[in-house]
Each structure stands twice: as structure tokens, then as C-alpha cells.
């Protein structure tokens, strides 16, 4: 299937990015409870499961595109970085960075879509 080969395509490196990511914030006193997760997709038959994960494939093309886009911007000081301050300031946009998606963080999910809907103009330039 095409569409999960561009996603595993695209997946690659995503554990070592979350790592390097995960140690840089590893003094954060943040701590996630896990006891309550429900995984919903253990309760449904395999039909079903199997049209959820087909209809989530566009989704997850775009988390992993954004979490590479903010990974390789924050990692790159010296070209990447440079760059989007210089689209950022051409847009008259406010320079901010765009937030990283991290699986210690509940909310990073959230808040680095959200961001990406707020400076979609400057994201879509940078690529």
C-alpha cells in the first residue's frame, strides 16, 4: 500500500528524534499518569481496527511531517534555524519556535498542531 510505505518512509529516524528530544527535556519535572490510558482500538474486531488504521493514515503523514519540520528546525542552529527567523520576519510574523511532539509531553501533540495551524504560511515556505 503506498500510502503506508510514504508513512514508514517518513517514520524513519522518528525514535532517535524522540529520544534526543526526550533527554533535552529530561530535567522537566513533568510527569504524564499513564494508569487511565485505554487503548480503543484492543476492543474492536480486526475489520475494524484495520479501516481505522487506513482512515488515520492521512493524520499520521501529517504529525510525522510536522514533528520532522520541528525537529530538524530546533537541531539546525546554523542553516534551518536561520532560515525560518528570516521567513518569519518576512511574513511579519512573531518569532516563535514550533513546539516539539513529544510522547512525555500529554499535550505536545496538541499544541504543535495548533501552532502549525497559526503559521501554516511560514511552514509551508520552509518547505
Do not use: H
Not at 510527569?31 to 487506513?54: R, T
Not at 528570516?86 to 495548533?114: A, H, I
Amino acid at each position: 500500500d503506498d500510502d503506508m510505505t510514504e508513512f514508514e518512509q517518513l517514520a524513519e529516524n522518528m525514535d532517535l528524534e524522540e529520544l534526543v528530544t526526550q533527554l533535552r527535556d529530561e530535567n522537566s519535572d513533568e510527569v504524564d499518569d499513564l494508569d487511565d490510558l485505554i487503548d480503543e482500538l484492543e476492543q474492536m474486531g480486526e475489520e475494524e481496527q484495520k479501516e481505522v488504521e487506513k482512515r488515520l493514515t492521512p493524520v499520521k503523514v501529517v504529525l510525522v511531517k510536522l514533528r520532522k519540520i520541528a525537529f530538524k528546525i530546533i537541531n539546525s542552529p546554523t542553516l534551518l534555524l536561520p532560515a525560518w527567523k528570516s521567513v518569519l520576519q518576512e511574513l511579519d510574523e512573531v518569532e516563535k519556535l514550533m513546539p516539539r511532539d513529544v510522547s512525555t509531553r500529554w499535550n505536545s501533540t496538541y499544541n504543535m498542531c495548533s501552532f502549525a495551524e497559526e503559521y501554516r504560511q511560514p511552514i509551508d515556505q520552509m518547505t
